[in-house]
């Protein structure tokens, strides 16, 4: 006998975009050793930790060297102290009620987004956006909840939900049966949003429909218009159909050191084969416990420091830096004539690409002619071909170098 492996990670049929962003720029930079490249493709942050983060951090650190103040394992639902801390500050100011066994502490929300169909049936029908954050996709392929990709590169077995200009980028509600729906908003990458009664529209399918909305929140310390809703659970009946995900890392720069949340309201149910109704509450945290040894102590200590008068100073100063950026790049492409979406509310800027370019065209153009490197859209999904995404995560002079690079273009 030999060993067989997951046929379902074959499906797989692109890189992971990502991965060939990396690739190209590396054999770019080897060929040409003196270009300055700026890069505005993945979303990580450039400003540092928030002083009181890291002071929190280093006292932390010490009190692992000292046999009186020493922590082994931690719960692996997260030290008590920072769920408190987000409840009181994140969620009570929306006037949401949220209690502490419904939050678990992480190391991403990338991964939990991953991770969370693990507790879902695999004949569960699963609904994302297009273009998409492509984790959502392809860890469900991995699990085998979809078929083989089609010619138009979506993958069969899956609910496809266009956002384009022509519906403003705001998704349609299927028209088919699903059970699960992937959403990020503000969305990730095309930057935009929805209002408080466009996403009562979908917890209200959710209700009717028995189905699960998996809340993608890691943007929302972006948030400025009032209309917007930075939470999910400020809608009527969300607790009862939506899980929401969140992160340290876009807000208080934790890309480098790691910790998120999740959570997971005990009024959500989902049902066995025979009808038997299961709180999904349990379920996590029973795949946590199982498959996760939690954070670290130091960085859960780090984290309840971003709560703290100084630390909610400092956020929201790099908050306004990188909306900064998002306006520098957004003006700058609207005044060389390319049409944008995204860049309000968001740290995502989205491109129509010019001159009728396909997104992979327009990347190598930029990259060979200005050395600066972005996202193509096709690599989010079918929808996003034809588009371009640019983060506001790097410093503000790349970013006014980057745009007066562009600019000298002829596009």
Same mark, same amino acid.
Not at 335 to 346: A, D, E, F, T
């Given at each position: 006998?030999?060993?067989?492996?997951?046929?379902?990670?074959?499906?797989?049929?692109?890189?992971?975009?990502?991965?060939?962003?990396?690739?190209?720029?590396?054999?770019?930079?080897?060929?040409?050793?003196?270009?300055?490249?700026?890069?505005?493709?993945?979303?990580?942050?450039?400003?540092?930790?928030?002083?009181?983060?890291?002071?929190?951090?280093?006292?932390?650190?010490?009190?692992?060297?000292?046999?009186?103040?020493?922590?082994?394992?931690?719960?692996?639902?997260?030290?008590?102290?920072?769920?408190?801390?987000?409840?009181?500050?994140?969620?009570?100011?929306?006037?949401?009620?949220?209690?502490?066994?419904?939050?678990?502490?992480?190391?991403?929300?990338?991964?939990?987004?991953?991770?969370?169909?693990?507790i879902f049936g695999l004949k569960n029908i699963i609904a994302?956006?297009?273009?998409?954050?492509?984790?959502?996709?392809?860890?469900?392929?991995?699990?085998?909840?979809?078929?083989?990709?089609?010619?138009?590169?979506?993958?069969?077995?899956?609910?496809?939900?266009?956002?384009?200009?022509?519906?403003?980028?705001?998704?349609?509600?299927?028209?088919?049966?699903?059970?699960?729906?992937?959403?990020?908003?503000?969305?990730?990458?095309?930057?935009?949003?929805?209002?408080?009664?466009?996403?009562?529209? +979908? =917890?209200?399918?959710?209700?009717?429909?028995? !189905?699960?909305?998996? *809340? @993608?929140?890691?943007?929302?310390?972006y948030v400025t218009d009032e209309n917007i809703p930075r939470?999910?659970?400020?809608?009527?009946?969300?607790?009862?159909?939506?899980?929401?995900?969140?992160?340290?890392?876009?807000?208080?720069?934790?890309?480098?050191?790691?910790?998120?949340?999740?959570?997971?309201?005990?009024?959500?149910?989902?049902?066995?084969?025979?009808?038997?109704?299961?709180?999904?509450?349990?379920?996590?945290?029973?795949?946590?416990?199982?498959?996760?040894?939690?954070?670290?102590?130091?960085?859960?200590?780090?984290?309840?420091?971003?709560?703290?008068?100084?630390?909610?100073?400092?956020?929201?100063?790099?908050?306004?830096?990188?909306?900064?950026?998002?306006?520098?790049?957004?003006?700058?492409?609207?005044?060389?004539?390319?049409?944008?979406?995204?860049?309000?509310?968001?740290?995502?800027? +989205? =491109?129509?690409?010019?001159?009728?370019?396909? !997104?992979?065209?327009? *990347? @190598?153009?930029?990259?060979n002619k200005a050395y600066i490197v972005g996202t193509p859209?096709?690599?989010?999904?079918?929808?996003?071909?034809?588009?371009?995404?640019?983060?506001?995560?790097?410093?503000?002079?790349?970013?006014?170098?980057?745009?007066?690079?562009?600019?000298?273009?002829?596009?």
């Open positions: 006998m030999s060993v067989k492996i997951n046929e379902n990670y074959l499906l797989l049929k692109s890189n992971y975009i990502f991965i060939e962003i990396n690739r190209r720029v590396e054999e770019f930079q080897k060929e040409n050793p003196q270009a300055q490249i700026i890069k505005m493709g993945i979303g990580d942050v450039t400003r540092p930790l928030p002083k009181s983060v890291v002071n929190a951090f280093e006292n932390a650190v010490l009190e692992m060297g000292n046999s009186e103040t020493f922590k082994g394992y931690g719960p692996e639902q997260g030290y008590r102290f920072l769920a408190e801390e987000i409840i009181e500050k994140d969620y009570k100011k929306l006037g949401v009620e949220v209690s502490t066994d419904e939050i678990f502490i992480s190391d991403a929300a990338k991964c939990d987004t991953a991770n969370i169909q693990e994302v956006t297009d273009p998409v954050y492509p984790v959502y996709v392809d860890s469900n392929v991995m699990a085998g909840r979809s078929g083989p990709m089609q010619e138009n590169g979506q993958y069969s077995g899956i609910v496809y939900l266009p956002c384009t200009a022509e519906n403003n980028f705001i998704p349609e509600l299927p028209k088919t049966p699903v059970d699960l729906i992937y959403l990020c908003l503000p969305n990730n990458p095309t930057g935009t949003t929805l209002t408080r009664d466009e996403l009562s529209k +979908w =917890v209200d399918y959710a209700i009717e429909h028995n !189905s699960i909305i998996l *809340f @993608d929140a890691a943007y929302e310390a939470s999910i659970y400020e809608i009527e009946g969300a607790k009862k159909v939506a899980i929401e995900f969140r992160s340290f890392s876009k807000d208080a720069g934790f890309t480098g050191t790691r910790c998120a949340f999740t959570v997971v309201p005990k009024d959500i149910t989902a049902f066995d084969c025979e009808g038997k109704a299961y709180d999904i509450n349990s379920l996590w945290n029973r795949r946590q416990t199982t498959k996760f040894n939690g954070v670290s102590y130091p960085v859960q200590v780090a984290a309840k420091a971003v709560y703290s008068d100084n630390g909610q100073k400092e956020i929201r100063e790099s908050i306004e830096y990188y909306l900064k950026n998002a306006k520098i790049i957004r003006e700058s492409m609207e005044k060389i004539g390319l049409k944008v979406y995204g860049g309000v509310n968001s740290p995502y800027i +989205w =491109v129509k690409t010019p001159l009728n370019m396909d !997104s992979w065209e327009f *990347f @190598d153009l930029l990259l859209g096709v690599g989010f999904g079918p929808s996003g071909e034809g588009y371009f995404r640019l983060t506001a995560f790097n410093t503000l002079e790349n970013t006014v170098e980057a745009m007066s690079r562009i600019s000298k273009l002829s596009i």
